[in-house]
């Protein structure tokens, strides 16, 4: 069980009320030199509440107000010290959607779309890539870029408020930020989260075509996504596997067909039902979203000969799995494909179509919780404990 943070309730910092307030009651808030936010001081600590200075604003820069953000599977990880290199401490939240402050920039958002103070924007977390390694260059994978930085997770409290789990979001000059469109809330964002833009990258790396039978192997963010976005792509048949029932309960609404739960099935009998359902074959794609080394040994087994496997849930390491390389792998001639995080071609690419199609992609219901700055570490415990499918923070 996570700790939750040991703090009294602090007042709100003032602020304008509505989702897309006007730049003249947004102007104020500009002059408010101290805010909060929460901070994880270390593996395992429990979350503080800091006060933070306002930064100085660079040429270039912009201060966002911040309006939601989510609380990740990669913020429980963070917390229990599961990837290397995190300059604890650190303000965790790097997907969020924050209203503008002020900008000393040109206001156009990175697509060139203008935005004036009081507009809700969201940004691409990866920042600071070279433009001068093999992955920026040649191989065009700037998320491998070895001197990314990422918000919420590589900068250390110290450096500012480069984290969600705040009042504010200093955005360093050369972010990436996108302008919301007009038809999705902060809501739609935040409910899809890091999920929305890591399931909608894991479907095109899986390469689906029209008519193809896909398994989405998890029912969290990042499957409810690829369930959503497989659907949307084409695919005629997509089975999700996972639990609770809660979470199985979003995918009919996202757009899935089948749901299978891992605690009211055995492996044998999820594979003879989608054997069955196809002819046979298995599916053309599975996709994992899960995590669990032993999903990726089930998976193997599921995926059609000539098929594809597309590996995104482990994002950290959760240990070995058991695969028989002639059985699952050579002999079925199949094509195992990772995919770890995202590109900003992702995010603008599935904005644009979540922003066409919201209605089929109803991604704020995954929303279970919304929690204060001082409650951080309760919605930690929440999401890793499955009591919520997305717990977001509201400072």
């Known amino acids: 069980m996570l700790p939750a943070a040991r703090y009294p309730r602090c007042a709100r910092s003032p602020g304008a009320t509505g989702e897309r307030a006007g730049s003249r009651q947004l102007a104020a808030g500009s002059f408010y030199h101290m805010f909060r936010a929460a901070i994880m001081p270390a593996p395992g600590k429990p979350i503080e509440i800091v006060q ?8 270039g820069s912009t201060l966002l107000e911040t309006v ?5 599977g990669t913020d429980v990880h963070l917390f229990h010290g599961r990837l290397a290199g995190v300059p604890y401490p650190i303000i965790p939240g790097h997907v969020s959607v924050g209203r503008i402050l002020e ?3 040109d206001g156009k958002d990175a697509v060139g779309t203008p935005f004036i103070p009081g507009d809700l924007m969201t940004f691409y977390d990866v920042h600071e890539v070279c433009h001068e390694c093999w992955f920026c260059l040649v191989s065009n994978q700037p998320n491998r870029c070895p001197k990314r930085k990422v918000y919420g997770i590589t900068y250390s409290s110290n450096d500012g408020p480069l984290g969600g789990w705040s009042e504010r979001i200093y955005m360093k000059p050369g972010v990436l930020m996108l302008k919301l469109p007009e038809s999705l809330s902060s809501d739609d964002v935040i409910g899809g989260g890091c999920g929305l833009f890591t399931g ?8 689906i075509a029209m008519g193809d039978t896909v398994v989405v192997q998890g029912a969290g963010p990042v499957g409810l996504s690829a369930t959503a976005f497989a659907a949307l792509r084409g695919a005629t048949q997509v089975i999700t596997i996972g639990d609770p029932d809660t979470r199985l309960a979003l995918c009919a609404p996202l757009g899935g067909d089948t749901t299978l739960s891992l605690k009211k099935t055995t492996p044998d009998e999820r594979r003879a039902m989608i054997l069955d359902a196809t002819g046979g074959r298995g599916a053309d794609v599975v996709i994992e979203a899960s995590g669990n080394p032993r999903a990726v040994e089930e998976g193997l087994r599921i995926v059609r000969d000539g098929g594809v496997y597309v590996i995104a849930g482990h994002y950290t390491d959760a ?3 058991t695969i028989n390389p002639h059985v699952d792998i050579n002999r079925k001639h199949i094509d195992i494909r990772g995919r770890w995080g995202t590109d900003f071609s992702h995010v603008v690419r599935a904005l644009r179509v979540f922003a066409k199609h919201r209605d089929r992609l109803p991604f704020s219901r995954t929303i279970g919780g919304r929690y204060r700055l001082e409650d951080a570490g309760k919605a930690l415990a929440d999401v890793e404990s499955m009591r919520v499918t ?3 923070i509201t400072p």
């Open 390 to 392: 997305k717990a977001i």
């Open 52 to 59: 933070l200075p306002k930064p100085h604003m660079e040429p």
């Open 103 to 105: 900008t000393h920039g």
């Open 319 to 321: 240990g070995p799995a």
């Open 68 to 72: 939601a953000s989510e609380v990740c």
């Open 200 to 207: 909608f990258g894991a479907v095109e790396r899986g390469d």
